[in-house]
């Protein structure tokens, strides 16, 4: 299974690209601010798209009682999942290589997609219950305490995927660059383990 090998080896190496790009991208665009204000989620923190829209996106919120963005410290995901990621990085390569010398079975392939799979919702689910937080978790004695038509405190939650109006904000949330190498290294390991079942059967 020597092709397969190599497709599985490559795949595993994409997801490196996380510790180079954004896993998402957080955007606010509003009249008063003609560059829109913006935020990189890395898997080790979180870096403004320009120099001054952390500190900028903080006192936005400071106004209406929402947490300043989370620092490295603040967060145990920013620790555990690059551990995570290197070890299913690690794991990828090992069964690629092991499937190139033919020491194991091409359904090593499919289940390290599996794994990489269920990991992957998790996360998902947990940056979406970061985002509930963050939006809903707001400081009683904020300057400004805005209601909805109802007469319910106003929640300020950023959609985890796609647009939403947010008072005079335009918020647009995308997956980054780290994302897409994600989801294309795990089909490729999805072609790995078809490839090795086609080899396996003409073996």
Not at 23 to 38: F, R, S, T, V
Not at 157 to 173: A, C, E, I, R, T
Request: hydrophobic share 50%; proline share 5%.
């Amino acid at each position: 299974m020597k092709k397969a090998g190599i497709i599985m080896i490559i795949g595993s190496l994409l997801l490196l690209g996380l510790f180079k790009f954004p896993l998402w991208n957080i955007m606010l665009g509003a009249p008063q601010y003609p560059d829109p204000l913006g935020m990189n989620i890395y898997i080790e923190g979180i870096q403004g798209v320009q120099e001054f829209d952390i500190q900028n996106i903080d006192g936005l919120n400071h106004y209406i009682g929402m947490k300043t963005i989370p620092k490295v410290e603040d967060m145990w995901e920013f620790e555990v999942f690059p551990i995570v990621i290197g070890i299913m990085v690690a794991l990828g390569v090992i069964i690629g290589l092991l499937g190139f010398f033919g020491k194991v079975s091409y359904k090593w392939f499919l289940g390290w997609f599996i794994v990489m799979s269920i990991l992957g919702i998790m996360g998902m689910y947990d940056f979406n219950q970061w985002l509930i937080e963050y939006g809903t978790d707001l400081d009683p004695k904020a300057i400004m305490k805005l209601l909805n038509l109802d007469g319910t405190p106003m929640t300020y939650k950023p959609p985890l995927l796609g647009y939403q109006k947010m008072l005079n904000f335009d918020v647009d949330s995308w997956p980054g660059v780290g994302a897409y190498m994600i989801f294309f290294g795990m089909m490729l390991t999805v072609v790995a383990f078809f490839v090795g079942k086609k080899e396996y059967k003409k073996a």
